[in-house]
């Protein structure tokens, strides 16, 4: 069964340094999405993709924080410098279809601890 | 953006009971209302979906119902088992994008 990968699964570093994360979504999956979730809260978006192109990412921190997808398939998002409160789960998902809405297929996630 | 609320944050029901979990959202425009199933250090699942062209979806032990006048809806599982237990989250999506909007996640604990 196809899944979408995330690495690394865990991640510990201290306030101020340099983190990245890494997605492969569903081969031939369209629409690539990062989410963050805090403990004991639901998922929010910080940034789509359609391809390799930014549909939304007007809740990116992004004094901090990117992302790419570069060629439309894998996608990296950093944080630089990483700050206490970005300590949550970075979830990738992906979606095959465009312009319908479709199932969304998320990864494992990338839980980030800063100290 | 969309407001989802959901209800309510913690539920605990003895095996072979049922649970209800409600959200209500704000954005008319919204027209699908997927539920997922998050266990412990995984990611969330899809366990059911509807659009808003339906008011109800059946799945064996698990339906959703939609009232789109009053903007909620519903997820109802039937004779939970242990292996239900886990949290659960509702979204909902506009027809102007693809773009998610979950809410907060009931924690559901089925007691053997």
């Known amino acids: 069964e196809a899944e979408v990968a995330q690495s690394p699964r865990y991640k510990i570093t201290e306030k101020s340094q340099a983190v990245a994360f890494w997605c492969d979504p569903i081969?031939?999956?369209?629409?690539l999405y990062w989410y963050r979730q805090i403990l004991g809260q639901g998922p929010e978006l910080l940034v789509q993709?359609?391809?390799?192109?930014?549909?939304?990412d007007s809740q990116l921190p992004k004094d901090r924080f990117s992302a790419e997808r570069l060629k439309g398939v894998d996608s990296t998002l950093k944080i630089q410098p990483a700050e206490l409160g970005d300590s949550a789960m970075y979830l990738c998902?992906?979606?095959?279809?465009?312009?319908?809405?479709?199932?969304?297929?998320f990864g494992e996630g990338s839980r980030l601890t800063v100290l | 953006g969309e407001n989802v609320e959901q209800h309510p944050s913690t539920l605990s029901v003895q095996e072979g009971d049922s649970a209800v979990i409600k959200c209500t959202y704000s954005?008319?425009?919204?027209?699908?209302f997927p539920w997922y199933k998050q266990e412990l250090g995984k990611g969330p699942q899809l366990i059911i979906d509807?659009?808003?062209?339906?008011g109800e979806k059946k799945d064996q032990r698990i339906a959703v119902t939609l009232n789109k006048t009053a903007k909620h809806f519903s997820l109802h599982i039937t004779e939970t088992q242990p292996e239900d237990s886990a949290v659960y989250f509702c979204?909902?999506?506009?027809?102007?994008?693809?773009?998610?909007?979950f809410g907060t996640g009931t924690s559901l604990t089925v007691i053997p």
């Open positions: 998902a992906s979606s095959w279809e465009r312009g319908i809405t479709g199932e969304l297929f």
């Open positions: 081969s031939g999956h369209a629409t």
């Open positions: 993709f359609q391809d390799e192109s930014v549909v939304d």
């Open positions: 954005d008319s425009a919204s027209n699908y």
């Open positions: 509807i659009r808003s062209n339906v």
């Open positions: 979204a909902v999506v506009s027809n102007t994008g693809n773009q998610f909007y």
